[in-house]
Nanobody
Framework: LGPLAESGGGSVEAGGSLRLSCAAS????????LAWFRQAPGEEREGVAM????????YYSDSVEGRFTVSGDNAKEMLFLKMNSLQPEDTAMYYC??????????????????????WGQGAQVNVSS
């Protein structure tokens, strides 16, 4: 398994778009769930989008549903997060994470953004009003 490495963060005005990428070497083979989390200063870390690399199902938090899209490229071992209609409250450090999804229980936990124990270093996203 290689490290997870995010890229693509930056600054954008409200209403704009950004796409984050995560190099996820080794985490797309077998059965993994990959997710994007974010953490703003003084706030709890929040799971925002999850992709099951097995059945390609996706899950989103209510705060980003309809604006963010998670996708993956197993061949290139990459995970992406396309963020549209960005708002100042989306400002945070965004992290790519992986969880082993082998059983029904681990899959259910991943859908609740639990059980992720492989993490990248993060990519900063700043949205100005």
């Amino acid at each position: 398994l290689g490290p997870l490495a995010e890229s693509g963060g930056g600054s954008v005005e409200a209403g704009g778009s950004l796409r984050l990428s995560c190099a996820a070497s080794g985490h797309t083979r077998g059965r993994y769930c990959l997710a994007w989390f974010r953490q703003a200063p003084g706030e709890e870390r929040e799971g925002v989008a999850m992709l099951d690399t097995g059945d390609r199902s996706t899950y989103y938090s209510d705060s980003v549903e309809g604006r963010f899209t998670v996708s993956g490229d197993n061949a290139k071992e990459m995970l992406f997060l396309k963020m549209n209609s960005l708002q100042p409250e989306d400002t945070a450090m965004y992290y790519c994470a992986a969880a082993i999804c082998w059983t029904q229980r681990t899959n259910e936990r991943a859908r609740s953004f639990l059980g992720f124990n492989f993490w990248g270093q993060g990519a900063q996203v700043n949205v100005s009003s």
